[in-house]
């Protein structure tokens, strides 16, 4: 859990991935070094199963969008409140490439409307 760290470099949390080969929860609230690069490293790199990234303001749906389509049917859960830039496309890739998806926090994401909360709610593991 790494809410709330500050100074942390996007060179120094990148460096680390490729060590976290067993890791599969990772928290990162309020690490506002947290991009869309260091998403898309992550995504690719480690074999996430659940994620925080809530208020992590840097992130759009490009980084979450390679999450989505590169944990696929891994990734179980997923916060992101108050990531301020997500929009419907986010939720219509988490809909389409995760099947698994059992837990999703978007709270406060202003740019969500009712056709990206329709996509994701036909996930059926969310609405049972």
Same mark, same amino acid.
């Given at each position: ?19 976290? &080969? ?7 609230? &309020?690490? &506002?070094?947290?991009?869309? &690069?260091?998403?898309?490293? $992550? ?48 939720? $219509? ?36």
């Amino acid at each position: 859990d790494l809410t709330g760290c500050r100074g942390l470099s996007p060179e120094a949390l990148a460096a680390g991935i490729p060590r976290l &080969t067993n890791l599969k929860e990772l928290c990162l609230d &309020t690490v &506002t070094e947290v991009d869309d &690069t260091f998403l898309q490293l $992550l995504a690719v790199s480690v074999p996430l199963e659940r994620l925080s990234v809530n208020y992590c303001t840097r992130l759009t749906d490009e980084g979450l969008c390679a999450l989505a389509k590169a944990r696929g049917r891994h990734l179980l859960e997923l916060r992101c409140g108050d990531v301020t830039k997500l929009t419907d496309r986010t939720m $219509l890739d988490l809909a389409e490439a995760c099947p698994e998806l059992n837990s999703l926090h978007v709270q406060r994401c202003a740019k969500l409307t009712d056709a990206g909360i329709a996509a994701v709610a036909s996930n059926g593991k969310l609405c049972s």
